[in-house]
């Protein structure tokens, strides 16, 4: 707003520097950088993300097993841990040895995080493991992918219109030095006899 005030300000004001309407046009053609384009990027951007990470979600499904898990021990000394690829990162898992049966068959035995909070000896508890049994990460699920996406493009907007602004304030900048040293250069055109009387005469 303060950028169209400023060009209709300066359109017949006879104090018009021709400076003062290109800074205003700047302003003007940043605002509207900021409110079309950084959107349009965002929005891009947002897409983009999306689909790569729905296609992960995708292989990750393929590939990732939950299998069952069976206790054979707690581990000495295991405190509660929070598990952080839970949804809230709120759940609580303790370390035990626990054998599995891989999904090509093959018996796998190892230490773990249980979902129990008191696990004994022939509890049984989920884990996600790849085709042979190692055990891996539980996939991403597709809502914690689109709101990824979501902040992704949210990040390109910003990032968009950050720039945009940067751009005008360097431009600014930049004719403010420039009329600043246009100041000095005049003054200097002046001479040291400037303002005493009798100066010209």
Wanted: zero cysteines; glycine letters at 10%.
């Amino acid at each position: 707003m303060r950028a169209i005030g400023g060009i209709w300000r300066w359109r017949h004001n006879p104090l018009r520097r021709t400076t003062d309407l290109v800074e205003a046009w700047v302003a003007l053609s940043a605002l509207l950088l900021i409110l079309l384009v950084a959107p349009v990027v965002g929005s891009l951007v947002g897409a983009v993300a999306q689909d790569v990470l729905q296609q992960s979600v995708h292989e990750q499904r393929q590939s990732r097993h939950e299998v069952t898990a069976t206790v054979v021990r707690k581990v000495a000394g295991s405190p509660l841990e929070v598990d952080p690829e839970t949804a809230t990162g709120r759940e609580t898992r303790t370390r035990v040895v626990a054998d599995w049966t891989a999904p090509d068959g093959t018996a796998q035995h190892g230490t773990v995080l249980a979902g129990l909070k008191t696990p004994h000896i022939g509890d049984h508890f989920e884990i996600w493991t790849d085709g042979h049994g190692a055990l891996v990460a539980r996939p991403l699920d597709s809502a914690t992918a689109t709101t990824h996406a979501v902040l992704a493009g949210f990040g390109a907007a910003l990032l968009t219109a950050g720039a945009v602004e940067g751009g005008r304030r360097l431009i600014v900048w930049r004719m403010v030095r420039r009329r600043y040293a246009r100041w000095d250069q005049a003054w200097d055109r002046a001479g040291p006899d400037w303002g005493r009387t009798g100066t010209g005469s």
